[in-house]
């Protein structure tokens, strides 16, 4: 039931772009993403609540293919500081929790 | 507008003695969630609670473990006679309404060793 993401790790050069995708095998009614830095809380990035639905703040976006039941975020011009572990979350339909992803580990350099 | 707070924020214990792990939602949340997260995995469901209520308890282990949000104060993660496997960071996290259209706010984590 735990949703797959991929890649499990990527590296990236400060400036590169990166996609991480999320796959769950239920139907869908959300999808979460969260970034976790290394001994730190999850934080939130964004949620997308319809099929289709594409949301975005400053370079990091998301897209959700309800069809498929896959989700995928979207960094451009990556920076320093995206550096961390990303997870999505998933609720599925008529569900009440998150179910999070097996999480992506990005780490960006110089 | 403080966050999620959880306490301690580390916490020891032996085999066999009980650890209590506090969590305080944000203002005006009163959905409760638990999540287990050992060293570099992912975060698993346990418990998810409002007020004085547990909707679901499907990740929780059968045994030793328990929680309850009451009326008054914070929810409360409660583990008796802990055991080796049990330790692992446990963070908690709140929403004004069901997770499905809300994010999640997590709080910093309690971070349980068992000795």
């Known amino acids: 039931q735990q949703p797959v993401q991929s890649p499990q790790a990527v590296i990236l050069r400060e400036g590169e772009d990166a996609v991480i995708n999320c796959s769950s095998s239920?139907?869908?009614?959300?999808v979460h993403w969260y970034r976790q830095k290394h001994g730190e809380a999850p934080v939130f990035l964004m949620i997308?609540?319809?099929?289709?639905e594409q949301k975005g703040h400053d370079k990091i976006s998301a897209s959700f293919n309800e069809k498929k039941q896959q989700s995928s975020l979207y960094l451009t011009a990556s920076q320093l500081s995206y550096s961390g572990t990303y997870f999505c979350g998933t609720c599925r339909a008529g569900g009440n929790k998150l179910t999070f992803g097996t999480g992506t580990q990005l780490k960006v350099e110089l | 507008n403080a966050g999620v707070m959880q306490n301690p924020r580390h916490l020891v214990r032996r085999r066999g003695q009980e650890a209590r792990l506090r969590c305080s939602p944000m203002?005006?949340?009163?959905?409760v969630y638990w999540y287990r997260q050992l060293p570099e995995e992912g975060l698993k469901f346990m418990v998810y609670l409002q007020k004085e209520n547990i909707i679901d308890e499907s990740g929780m282990p059968k045994e030793r473990f328990s929680a309850e949000f009451p009326k008054e104060g914070p929810s409360i993660l409660r583990i008796q006679q802990v055991v080796r496997g049990d330790s692992a960071a446990y963070f908690c996290?709140?929403?004004?309404?069901?997770?499905?259209?809300?994010?999640?706010?997590f709080g910093n984590g309690t971070r349980l060793t068992v000795t």
């Open positions: 203002k005006g949340h009163s959905h």
């Open positions: 239920k139907a869908l009614y959300s």
């Open positions: 996290a709140s929403s004004p309404d069901r997770e499905r259209s809300s994010p999640l706010h």
């Open positions: 997308l609540l319809k099929g289709g």
